[in-house]
């Protein structure tokens, strides 16, 4: 019998993400509404992070909790694998210990190392290449405040990262227009926007945030790229989203950052309490997003 992963948004069908979205918002009104909902009782989660995390690791290992699991915390440094057992053999036998594995690496290949090893199902709780967790719930934000991104247009600004690649995927998988302006040695990934006929790459910011329904941004220095953070912020300047720039967004833009944020470099100081901002809520709905897609996964 075959897997599902969930290594980017590419693994599930455009009906597969909608189903998780609007799932996402049913788990959070019974959440609030204070009803338990535990279909996951006697099912155990390994989380291997490489790299930090506040928000994707509270928010897996709360929701499993909450969906009546449990979540194991495993740090590279303090298992096996720090003393190099293989990702191959680690995934062997986790895969005979717990009915999943969420793990947040560096280099995207060991995931896909690990995934082909696996043989329960594996979560991507990010790598250098994509955040699919991050835009299930960025999708539902957008979509319980603004309704249905369909044919909405979204502004990415900054580094073409993993945020930038993961909404390059959505774009296609949510069928809204995308602009990404970025330093021009900081494009997103070529394979992933070529034949991509929702996304584009524009020359400035204020262009690519021109109408826009959705303004979104990272931070410039990503995990693993902090010694570059003196050329990176000479590399990004004017790449700022501040609130001059949402200006020129449609008058009902929202703006939207995975977080952590370093204000005063991708973000002017202000921006996170700006009206337009639903950061707190896009961090928030993490927890319901991902307690959607542990139901689906494993349900
Ligand atoms: N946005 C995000 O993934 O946050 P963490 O790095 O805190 O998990």
Redesign the pocket.
Known sequence: MSVKNFLSLTDFSRGDLEQIIERAAELKRLHESGIQHRPLEGKTMAMIFEL??????VAFETGMHQLGGHAIFLRPDETQLGRGEPIEDTARVLSSLVDIVMLRVQDHVNISRFAAASSVPVING?SDRF?PC?LLADMQTFAEKRGSIRDQSVAFIGDGYNMCNSYILASNQFEFDLAISTPAEFRPDEDVIDGNNRARWVATPEEAVSGANLVVTDVWSSMGRENERSERREAFRGFQVNSDLLDNADANALFMH???AHRGEEISDDLLDDPRSVVWEEAGNRLHSQKALLEFMLG
């Open positions: 930090k995390s506040t928000r994707t690791r990010m955040h991050q995975c977080l952590p």
